[in-house]
């Protein structure tokens, strides 16, 4: 899940450069770059904290998944 996110970051950050580039022969582009560095950067931190907060429940069913033997909890396993 996390390379996705990587994935879609590096997209995101191409497409930012192609569209500077096109803006910057307008009188606007200053503009909307500023608003557009304030959205990917938004996009970017809440990607992030998804990430992050989605990262202990998949190691524990990975956990509880690929390994029956294993007690990570032992309330949760009787």
Partial sequence: MGGLYVRIVKIARKQAK????????STEGTVH???????????????????????PMCVY???????ATCTVNKYIRE
Avoid at 18 to 25: D, R
Avoid at 33 to 51: A, E, I, P, Q, R
């Fill in 18 to 25: 192609v569209m500077a580039a096109e803006n910057a022969t």
């Fill in 33 to 55: 770059t500023v608003n557009d560095k304030k959205s990917f950067f938004m996009v970017t931190m809440l990607l992030g904290w998804f990430t992050l907060s989605y990262i």
């Fill in 61 to 67: 069913l990975l956990t509880t998944l690929l390994c």
